[in-house]
């Protein structure tokens, strides 16, 4: 059974194609629902966080002698395909608990499902939403403010003045603008210009032409995997010799490859899980992240080398140490309210990424362990002291 | 804005607009002749771009089993055709040229593959290799219904795109790429300010490509045919000219034009599965603006169209596409108003 899972999770990946494999198996299974990005531009993502589940799957299967059944689902990097998965999930596989997905406004239709639903939803992206009125969601992810404050912390120590802004012309590139903004403020670091670009562009010379004109000490950009690597590039072909921070959307071996030699030194902020064998001994994430390594190569043939694999693997790490503490029948709506409070008071839970504590009404749950800098060398990703 | 950014913002839009003039001469090159608006062009361009990367990479290019698979259906598709007019003579004719001749580029393409191979090799096997895609493609979808309703061809081919983007998914992955530079260095224009030679190569090819365009439609028999048949297809073919033909001469024309965009542009910018069919918009934009009959408006229209795209950028990077196709609005309300409306006419033509 495990091997066919995993075929029908392989063939999956490599046709890219929307197939949920609902399994006929016992009734008393935990089933999780998965969506993500397995085709379309976010897929750079979305294919990782597939293998990370995964591998998080093969690491731990079950929990309490119950066997967890994973449902994956292709959302085409499109919202509106994410929102309908997860009703799909919902109501036709009735899901105990909802996982995803690779986008940002793609996770804020899913999350909106799940409050309909009254499902309990793991987040596997930073996403802003109200809390107040979002009791049944949580997300791995470090909030967008921690990464873009570490980064603004590192501008001030290089000296920067003022900084030019280039990114997504989406919820994405909002986010890390607003959260920009807050943090230079309180640095008294000046940003200059907003420059938008859509995913699928081809050349943003325009926009990195206009940025330059105000003469930036250095540029942030706001992108995500591949089509993020296109300001570094543009910027690198106009001559700018300024120091260029990017943010944990990039950090991904297809961006390191895009962008190629072409890139030194640019700084970026992610979970520690990416230089685990550059920490020291004794950072607490470290142990975790080795293990995590050593499963995925295991279940996918292949090393983990992006941060976004370790977030399902820490979305994994909370939902089975929750549904540990749950009671009830899986199915139920009890199990449902039991699991979603159990997740809300997670405790120390150490993932690859950083060391979870939820508490109710709060939808992020890491601190400063979970995030370091780091600087792309040689096509390396290096650890910034 | 100063001069040395309005200098640049015009280069970066003349390369682009360089690309769009070559997919534009295609897609009305193809629909002069054909009434087909070849929505998988782009598609071929990824393909070849892609293709490209691979071979960069050591890996064997899947294209090379698509062109394999499609020359198996076109000659399946002939065979079952000659048989059932019975003319089963002109069977070996049919093997040689849509059986073997398709495979040649492959032979090509696959020794391309191995190891120590220069990269120019590399760059001609990947234009070479997407070449017979649109006329395999051609002869098993759009021959079969050339007399269909330009709605129904319209159709057909963007359901041909689709296809194509999906299998371009399947062999090269949701992954872009790049390609290394064909030529590197750059021109200093003085002041230094200087130009990249690989934006130098992409315009040159435009003008040099559009150059021999022209001589070939004018000077050319096989030109002049493809312009008889876009002008009147029942009287082209009462002169002698077959339809069919000249329509696969028109898909392979713009089958190499597509192999050339593919490799052109792949060091400029990353290639994805499904990049080429924003292009192939683009240039649409442009053949509009020529009417889809006028090649020397649709370069004008496609030069055009990269400035526009390129100045827009600076103006307004999230609005850029919106501006690009605005365009089209005052285009068709100018053509509305100068052309007289007719009626799609009912051709009496078979193969």
Known sequence: ?385 | MTWDVALILSLDGLANGAIYLLAGLGLVLIFSVTRVVFVPFGDIAAFAALTLAAFETNRLPPTIAMVVALAAIALATEVGSLLRRGQAARIPMAVLTWGLLPLVPCLLAWLASRPGVPASLHVAAAVLLVVPIAPLLARVVFQPIADASSLVLLIVSLALHFLLSGLGLLFFGPEGSRTQALVSGSLSLGDGFTVSAQIVLMVASAIVLSGIFFLVFERTVAGKALRATAVNRVGARLVGIRPARTALLAYGISSVLAGLIGVLIAPVTTMYYDSGFIIGLKAFVAAIIGGLVSFPVTAIGALAVGLVESFASFYSGALKDVIVFSLLIPVLMLRSFLSRHVEEEDEEVDQ
């Not at chain 1, 804020?108 to 939803?121: E, H, W």
């Not at chain 1, 970026?268 to 950072?283: C, K, N, R, S």
């Not at chain 1, 390594?293 to 279940?299: E, I, L, T």
């Open chain 1, 1 to 385: 059974m495990k091997s066919l899972i995993e075929k029908l999770a392989r063939t999956t990946l490599a046709a890219a194609v929307s197939v949920g494999f609902a399994m006929g198996a016992a009734a008393a299974d935990i089933k999780v629902g998965l969506s993500v990005s397995l085709s379309g531009p976010n897929s750079s993502l979305g294919v990782p966080y597939a293998k990370g589940m995964q591998a998080a799957l093969a690491f731990r299967p079950e929990v309490n002698g119950r066997k967890i059944q994973l449902i994956v689902l292709d959302d085409g990097s499109d919202p509106t395909t994410a929102g309908r998965n997860a009703r799909k999930l919902a109501e036709e596989d009735k899901v105990d608990v909802l996982m995803g997905t690779s986008g940002v406004p793609a996770a804020i239709a899913m999350a909106q499902v799940a409050r309909d639903a009254k499902l309990p939803m793991i987040g596997l992206t930073p996403i802003v939403l109200d809390a107040a009125d979002n009791a049944w969601f949580v997300t791995v992810a470090q909030p967008t403010q921690l990464m873009v404050d570490a980064v603004v912390e590192r501008m001030s120590k290089d000296g920067v003045k003022s900084v030019a802004y280039i990114g997504f012309s989406d919820g994405w590139g909002d986010l890390v603008y607003n959260a920009l903004v807050k943090a230079a403020a309180g640095a008294g670091i000046k940003v200059l210009g907003n420059e938008r670009y859509a995913r699928a562009d081809s050349s943003v010379t325009g926009q990195v032409l206009k940025l330059l004109t105000m003469k930036p000490d250095a540029v942030m950009t706001g992108g995500a995997g591949t089509p993020g690597a296109l300001p570094f590039l543009a910027l690198t072909e106009r001559g700018f010799k300024g120091p260029m921070y990017g943010q944990h959307g990039l950090i991904n071996p297809d961006f390191v490859r895009v962008v190629g030699t072409a890139t030194q030194g640019a700084i970026m902020p992610t979970g520690p899980v990416i230089v685990a064998e550059q920490l020291p001994a004794d950072y607490p994430t470290r142990k975790v992240a080795m293990d995590f390594r050593a499963v995925f190569q295991k279940v996918n043939n292949a090393p983990s080398s992006d941060a976004f694999s370790a977030y399902s693997f820490d979305g994994w790490m909370v939902l089975t140490d929750a549904l540990a503490r749950t009671k009830g029948e899986p199915g139920t709506t009890e199990f449902r309210t039991s699991l979603r409070d159990a997740i809300v008071t997670t405790k120390e839970v150490v993932g690859t990424h950083g060391v979870y504590n939820f508490k109710p009404g709060e939808l992020y749950g890491v601190d400063k362990r979970a995030r370091v800098l780091v600087k792309i060398e040689n096509g390396q990703w290096k650890l910034v002291p």
